[in-house]
């Protein structure tokens, strides 16, 4: 739809780091419209990472650029987990940061309510300074936060706990950090699972206090995305109709058809199938059962999240079930079924509108990368990038 598109002006994110004096060196691959979460549904072919296996996504052509070295950083968009999910099956940090602190002007709406820019980048300290260019007020984005935004200090960060920092890193003495037992769920992997217990063992030997929480709603958030999704994509995609900008069929019968075979030929299946099941959610006679419905669970999915933070700082969870599956194993028709259960852990934080960093571990026995995320309250990023790299 947009393969001859060339914007005529710059998203802020682009703007500020160029005014930051960085050199934009491309554009990446994604899914089309950022819809997936494996790289494997563009136009332009599928982005594998760089050991043959799916690259994770949508920005999966992000996470490849940086992990085999050929940027020192990348822009994402995460609206359930697509900055996230690649950054761990590519081996390379991912952050989500709070919703509005980075502002979405320039950036091609998917769920206008829950879409952030995400940073990727092969350490937290990297990713610290392309946030520190790039967050902040912009009176372009009407949802953009007004608080002025203090440049982050990592150094600064490790006052949040008691013990002096050793070698910059954070102290953890005293950090509450929450083990939300929901996300170990169905398809997570043994060796993601030990993982994940092995680094929250080490933390609290090193003086956090490491709990477990409950948080009952994260069973339904998958759906529940899902619904939201698919009814913000049915407005969003309404642009695109071959007139003012994107791929314009040829065929002048009528407005009508022309519309239809422009949307048509060029929207992937996958993007046809949200419109439609979209717009069968809007119907008047569904809007109630499904629409409605899917807003009253994502607030009570929010809730959980207010009332976790009365026992935790940070939450510690996986951020992808598995290692990067083989590639020809993931566009198997079974398992692309699967596909929006890649984000169950990664994709909660984007409906209440938090921060997230998907950080790097250790290696599988396969010799591929295996990653944790941590997520902090709204606007906690100096202390959830400090636990980030204290664990990296
Ligand atoms: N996999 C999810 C989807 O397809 C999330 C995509 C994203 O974060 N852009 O909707």
């Not at 761990?88 to 829950?114: A, D, E, F, Q």
């Not at 407005?235 to 791929?247: F, K, L, P, V």
């Not at 009365?310 to 079930?321: K, M, V």
Request: glycine share 8%; proline share 5%.
């Amino acid at each position: 739809m947009l393969e001859n598109f060339s914007p005529p002006y710059n998203a802020t994110v682009c703007q500020r780091l160029l005014d930051a004096g960085a050199v934009l060196v491309g554009k990446t691959n994604l899914d089309q419209f950022a819809m997936g979460s494996g790289t494997v549904d563009s136009i332009y072919g599928p982005t594998k990472n760089v050991w043959k296996c799916k690259a994770g996504g949508s920005s999966g052509g992000s996470a490849v650029a940086v992990a085999s070295g050929v940027c020192f950083g990348a822009i994402g968009s995460d609206t359930g987990g697509s900055t996230r999910n690649p950054a761990s099956y590519c081996g390379v940090v991912g952050l989500k940061p709070t919703y509005g602190l980075v502002s979405r002007h320039g950036l091609i709406p998917l769920v206008n309510s829950m879409d952030v820019p995400g940073i990727l980048a092969r350490n937290v300290d990297d990713v610290v300074s392309i946030l520190n260019a790039v967050a902040g007020h912009d009176k372009q984005d009407s949802t953009c936060l007004t608080k002025p935004f203090k440049k982050i200090s990592l150094f600064e960060s490790s006052n949040y706990c008691s013990r002096l920092p050793p070698a910059n890193k954070m102290g953890i003495k005293g950090l509450k950090i929450g083990i939300p037992i929901e996300y170990n769920c169905e398809y997570l992997s043994d060796e993601v699972l030990d993982m994940w217990d092995e680094i929250a063992q080490t933390l609290q030997n090193e003086g956090a206090i490491v709990k477990e929480v409950s948080m009952p709603h994260t069973q339904y958030s998958i759906v529940c995305y899902s619904v939201l999704n698919q009814c913000e994509v049915a407005s969003n995609m309404a642009r695109y109709d071959g007139i003012e900008y994107g791929y314009r069929a040829d065929d002048d019968h009528s407005t009508e058809k022309l519309y239809a075979v422009s949307r048509r030929t060029a929207f992937n299946d996958i993007v046809k199938n949200r419109i439609l099941t979209g717009n069968y959610f809007l119907l008047g006679r569904n809007y109630e059962k499904y629409f409605n419905q899917a807003l009253k669970v994502r607030r009570l999915i929010m809730n959980d999240f207010d009332n976790v933070w009365e026992d935790a700082q940070l939450l510690l969870t996986p951020t992808t079930l598995t290692e990067a599956p083989l590639y020809s194993d993931f566009i198997q028709k079974t398992n692309r079924d699967q596909c929006a259960f890649q984000d169950f852990c990664t994709q909660p934080a984007n409906m209440a509108g938090i921060p997230a960093v998907s950080v790097p571990i250790k290696l599988s026995k396969n010799g591929l990368p295996l990653s944790l995320q941590i997520m902090g309250r709204n606007l906690s990023e100096p202390m959830l990038l400090a636990l980030a790299k204290y664990i990296e």
